[in-house]
């Protein structure tokens, strides 16, 4: 199998390491780099022997590249991504996919006519413990879900309190603001296992007084199918989660984080929790080892740009509901197909 050969638009930390992990499969191999500050370019050629490049649109171009990986500033990732499907690239997006939704369809259209694939880093449905719950789900041990919710705290600090400035906080211009940033991974899960998601009751507070840029989530959200849920997020210094499912047939509450992960089950009718093995760490590769595997099969992965779009709007809708104080209903999702 040839080894395929791809570059790294946004060569920061995320960049760096995506480039470290990929080298080491054997069957793929970071040759490029793209990057807005000479800095992290001076490390792309000095560190890890990469071509580099200012320009996204040049990397993308390069012949002898096969893939793209999209992890750069959120509000730049429409013009990346179109740039590598015009070029036949395939292409991985970090989340946000992008800002605004015009932006998403726009991105759709284009990796859909040119027929690349393309991947969305949505790190929770790489991870066991969520993967597990999905997986009861299409077990049938919840029934029909009533209600689904995850709260997480993501242990970085407070603006206000003098912490180290988080930069999807202080730069909600490009970041969407922590809500389109992070709180889209919550309702990114709950929309994976419950399905599409109507309406939307957003709240949100925050230390940061020089711009609107929330630090604490909570919504309230009506599924199509009935069910409801809520996710919560922030960016406090306290680092936990909170993830449950209520259903007629039973329920699951999971908490901890990482090697404290505590997941317990108890069907209706019985009396005692099943305490069910549960890491809430990332599969090593996540994402990108499942992106190099669709492009050796030649199979579009559901985890898309497409499939991405319904969180973002949900995201979206979460904001305009917080600062409206008014129930959202979520945009409709795109035409069926571009091609």
Same mark, same amino acid.
């Given at each position: 199998?040839?080894?395929?050969?791809?570059?790294?638009?946004?060569?920061?930390?995320?960049?760096?390491?995506?480039?470290?992990?990929?080298?080491?499969?054997?069957?793929? %191999?970071?040759? +490029?780099?793209?990057?807005?500050? !000479? $800095?992290?370019?001076?490390?792309?050629? =000095? /560190?890890? *022997?990469?071509?580099?490049?200012?320009?996204?649109?040049?990397?993308?171009?390069?012949?002898?590249?096969?893939?793209?990986?999209?992890?750069?500033?959120?509000?730049?990732?429409?013009?990346?991504?179109?740039?590598?499907?015009?070029?036949?690239?395939?292409?991985?997006?970090? %989340?946000?996919? +992008?800002?605004?939704?015009?932006? !998403? $369809?726009?991105?759709?259209?284009?990796? =859909? /006519?040119? *027929?690349?694939?393309?991947?969305?880093?949505?790190?929770?449905?790489?991870?066991?413990?969520?993967?597990?719950?999905?997986?009861?789900?299409?077990?049938?041990?919840?029934?029909?879900?009533?209600?689904?919710?995850?709260?997480?705290?993501?242990?970085?600090?407070?603006?206000?309190?003098?912490?180290?400035?988080?930069?999807?906080?202080?730069?909600?211009?490009?970041?969407?603001?922590?809500?389109?940033?992070?709180?889209?991974?919550?309702?990114?899960?709950?929309?994976?296992?419950?399905?599409?998601?109507?309406?939307?009751?957003?709240?949100?507070?925050?230390?940061?007084?020089?711009?609107?840029?929330?630090?604490?989530?909570?919504?309230?959200?009506?599924?199509?199918?009935?069910?409801?849920?809520?996710?919560?997020?922030?960016?406090?210094?306290?680092?936990?989660?909170?993830?449950?499912?209520?259903?007629?047939?039973?329920?699951?509450?999971?908490?901890?984080?990482?090697?404290?992960?505590?997941?317990?089950?108890?069907?209706?009718?019985?009396?005692?929790?099943?305490?069910?093995?549960?890491?809430?760490?990332?599969?090593?590769?996540?994402?990108?080892?499942?992106?190099?595997?669709?492009?050796?099969?030649?199979?579009?992965?559901?985890?898309?740009?497409?499939?991405?779009?319904?969180?973002?709007?949900?995201?979206?809708?979460?904001?305009?509901?917080?600062?409206?104080?008014?129930?959202?209903?979520?945009?409709?999702?795109?035409?069926?197909?571009?091609?």
């Amino acid at each position: 199998m040839a080894v395929l050969r791809g570059g790294v638009i946004g060569f920061g930390g995320t960049g760096q390491k995506m480039t470290e992990f990929i080298n080491e499969r054997g069957d793929a %191999k970071i040759v +490029a780099a793209c990057n807005r500050g !000479a $800095d992290k370019l001076a490390i792309a050629r =000095e /560190k890890f *022997g990469l071509r580099t490049t200012h320009d996204a649109e040049e990397l993308c171009n390069w012949d002898d590249i096969d893939f793209v990986l999209v992890v750069s500033t959120s509000y730049a990732h429409k013009d990346q991504v179109i740039a590598a499907a015009k070029a036949g690239k395939h292409v991985f997006c970090e %989340k946000p996919i +992008a800002l605004t939704l015009e932006d !998403a $369809d726009a991105m759709i259209a284009e990796v =859909e /006519k040119a *027929g690349v694939i393309n991947v969305v880093n949505y790190s929770i449905r790489y991870i066991d413990a969520y993967i597990k719950i999905k997986q009861m789900h299409e077990e049938g041990k919840f029934g029909d879900i009533l209600s689904i919710w995850t709260y997480r705290t993501r242990g970085w600090g407070l603006h206000g309190a003098g912490a180290e400035p988080h930069r999807a906080i202080v730069e909600p211009e490009e970041s969407g603001g922590w809500t389109v940033h992070h709180a889209c991974h919550d309702l990114d899960f709950i929309y994976w296992v419950n399905g599409p998601i109507k309406s939307v009751y957003g709240q949100q507070r925050s230390t940061v007084t020089e711009k609107e840029s929330e630090e604490v989530v909570m919504a309230l959200v009506t599924f199509e199918n009935g069910a409801m849920g809520w996710v919560g997020d922030s960016v406090c210094q306290m680092r936990d989660h909170y993830t449950g499912v209520i259903g007629t047939r039973g329920q699951v509450v999971l908490t901890g984080e990482h090697d404290h992960t505590h997941m317990r089950y108890r069907a209706e009718g019985e009396k005692q929790d099943t305490i069910i093995p549960a890491r809430d760490r990332k599969r090593p590769g996540g994402g990108l080892d499942h992106f190099i595997e669709s492009i050796q099969k030649g199979a579009q992965s559901p985890i898309s740009i497409r499939d991405a779009r319904h969180s973002l709007a949900c995201a979206l809708s979460v904001q305009q509901s917080a600062r409206t104080g008014q129930v959202v209903e979520v945009p409709a999702e795109p035409p069926s197909s571009f091609r």
